[in-house]
């Protein structure tokens, strides 16, 4: 039972346009939802997050958006630039009261020069 | 600087010979985390502890064992490592539970 999809495995974006990334989660129980970046041979490394109480958060090129009744969240970079080139995985945490953190099977983003 | 070490980063190894990967913070968090990463599934929670001596299964914890005997390590035990055990694993910590977590760099294990 995958309770955080992220539907696109991969995406190509050419340099300077808009990447959007996206998750979708089954339990509404999950009060804070995650970005995270990975590169080859290094672990993933926080990217931005949003708590439930909000449907946007903003950080310099990364906007994260949460629309609850949906249970789907994108991760939008704008412009989008080579080094962005990584596997963004969403995870969501706070079910149940537990500190379980639930990740998605991640999308590889490819940004072409 | 803050990090999270794990080793080995690779080990190669054969059925049923126990095997440890350590895993330590400088970051006096109190929470931590095993996650295992394989093609098509993502990151899957292992084991995760809050604090000195409290663990708690993740999603997959079946055949592995952590302990929490101090605030700094938090070791993977695979008392008799089968094949399907071979994935990429890593260590995570945070201050508070489902906080950002900080990730080491990660440990490649193969298991024949």
């Known amino acids: 039972d995958q309770q955080v999809k992220q539907n696109s495995p991969s995406l190509s974006v050419q340099e300077g346009r808009i990447s959007i990334l996206n998750c979708d989660y089954t339990?509404?129980?999950?009060?804070?939802f995650l970005w995270y970046k990975k590169y080859p041979a290094e672990g993933p490394t926080f990217l931005i997050s949003i708590s439930s109480i909000k449907d946007k958060n903003e950080d310099g090129r990364f906007t994260v958006f949460l629309n609850k009744s949906a249970k789907h969240l994108s991760l939008h970079i704008v412009p989008s630039q080579p080094g962005d080139s990584a596997v963004y995985f969403c995870?969501?945490?706070?079910?149940?009261?537990?500190?379980?953190?639930?990740f998605g099977t991640g999308t590889r983003l490819k940004v072409l020069a | 600087e803050a990090q999270v070490t794990q080793n080995p980063r690779y080990l190669i190894t054969v059925t049923g010979k126990k095997l440890t990967v350590t895993c330590s913070q400088n970051m006096n968090h109190e929470y931590m985390s095993w996650y295992r990463q394989d093609p098509g599934l993502g990151l899957r929670q292992i084991y995760y502890?809050?604090?000195?001596?409290?663990?708690d299964k993740g999603d997959v914890p079946e055949g592995y064992k952590v302990s929490r005997k101090e605030k700094r390590n938090f070791p993977l035990i695979l008392e008799s490592p089968s094949p399907n055990q071979t994935s990429l694993y890593f260590c995570?910590?945070?201050?508070?539970?489902?906080?950002?977590?900080?990730f080491g760099d990660g440990t490649r294990l193969s298991i024949l």
């Open positions: 995570a910590s945070t201050s508070t539970g489902g906080e950002p977590q900080h």
């Open positions: 502890s809050m604090n000195v001596e409290v663990t």
């Open positions: 995870a969501a945490s706070g079910a149940s009261g537990t500190y379980k953190y639930i």
């Open positions: 339990n509404s129980m999950f009060d804070y």
